[in-house]
């Protein structure tokens, strides 16, 4: 079983590697040659998809996940400005189902491919002792390059910064343990029509979490700042790429919030300060500019809103959401 799954993973990540990469998966170590920088900086993230496992296992739908954890950790490193490199990934299971694995492998090659990044190596470890039947978990490593003088860190945001907001497709890899207790985790509540939505809850659930990095690469020279609305939404993300002594203001009218949060709000009653913690609430990525930089920005970007701008903090509150 072991040997089948790392032969179909093998197959899915030799389509990702690059001409730096000496050693693919299968050696003790991944090796990537490192060349074409002057000043390079590495950028590393990781993480993982979450409770979202447990939707795709109850709708035997496991292609998609591995999309999710490239793109959540591209998005996580394009904040810096980075270029991804390379990834790993990390697949432990309570029984090992090779057909299972790969369709998780499939999804992380797919993703990789689509930003140049190389899928490494990585591990894939059978523990029943610790994993019930089919249950697994998913995490991803990722390291990428910038620039030194091109690092994007928030620095220079001053008071009168312009926040723009980029939308979501959906929940993204967030807010699911929250969604399972509203709605249930059985394939019968999934696969419930809505037609607020469009389509059934699990499809809705599934979408893959979207990548902004082909958007945002040739435009991160005009920006100041960059947010992953992940964990924690707009309230607690932000204000990491914030200078102290700054506050963001947003304007909850100027976009349109997705159904799927005005549904998980009505059907679970969460008041509107939790939503906005739990949830990306459509917005899932935010630049911070320069005035002068707006309309190049939005040209750019005709998806994206202007949703805010940066104040002055009073108080304790560094995120105002009227």
């Avoid at 930003?115 to 990722?142: K, N, S």
């Avoid at 102290?244 to 008041?271: C, E, H, M, T, Y």
């Avoid at 939503?275 to 500019?289: A, D």
């Amino acid at each position: 079983m072991a040997a089948k799954a790392k032969e179909l993973i093998g197959k899915h990540a030799r389509s990702t590697l690059r001409p730096e990469v000496l050693s693919g998966v299968g050696f003790f170590g991944g090796l990537f040659e490192f060349k074409g920088f002057k000043q390079p900086v590495l950028v590393s993230s990781v993480d993982g998809v979450g409770t979202k496992l447990k939707i795709a296992s109850a709708l035997a739908r496991h292609n998609t996940i591995g999309i999710d954890i490239v793109n959540h950790c591209v998005n996580d490193i394009l904040t810096c400005g980075a270029e991804p490199l390379f990834f790993l990934d990390y697949i432990a299971m309570g029984r090992l189902v090779p057909e299972q694995v790969e369709a998780i492998a499939q999804g992380l090659a797919s993703a990789c491919r689509q930003v140049g990044c190389a899928l490494i190596g990585g591990e894939t470890a059978e523990m029943p002792g610790l994993y019930a039947g089919e249950d697994y978990d998913l995490v991803g490593f990722i390291i990428g390059v910038v620039e030194k003088k091109r690092i994007i860190m928030g620095k220079t945001i001053v008071v009168g910064d312009t926040i723009i907001g980029l939308p979501s497709s959906g929940l993204h890899t967030n807010g699911y343990s929250l969604v399972r207790k509203i709605f249930g985790e059985t394939k019968q509540a999934l696969d419930k029509y809505y037609p607020e939505l469009g389509r059934t809850l699990g499809d809705e659930l599934l979408e893959p979490h979207r990548c902004y990095y082909h958007q945002l690469k040739p435009l991160l020279p005009l920006i100041k700042g960059m947010a992953h609305i992940t964990g924690g939404g707009l309230i607690d993300n932000v204000p990491r790429v914030l200078p102290q002594g700054l506050a963001a203001k947003f304007d909850s009218q100027a976009w349109i919030v997705p159904p799927i949060f005005q549904l998980i709000q009505q059907r679970g009653n969460i008041s509107q300060n939790e939503i906005y913690r739990v949830f990306n609430m459509g917005i899932g990525m935010v630049v911070i500019c320069s005035p002068e930089n707006v309309d190049q920005l939005t040209e750019a970007l005709p998806e994206a809103k202007i949703i805010g701008e940066v104040a002055k903090q009073t108080g304790k509150t560094r995120v105002i959401i009227k």
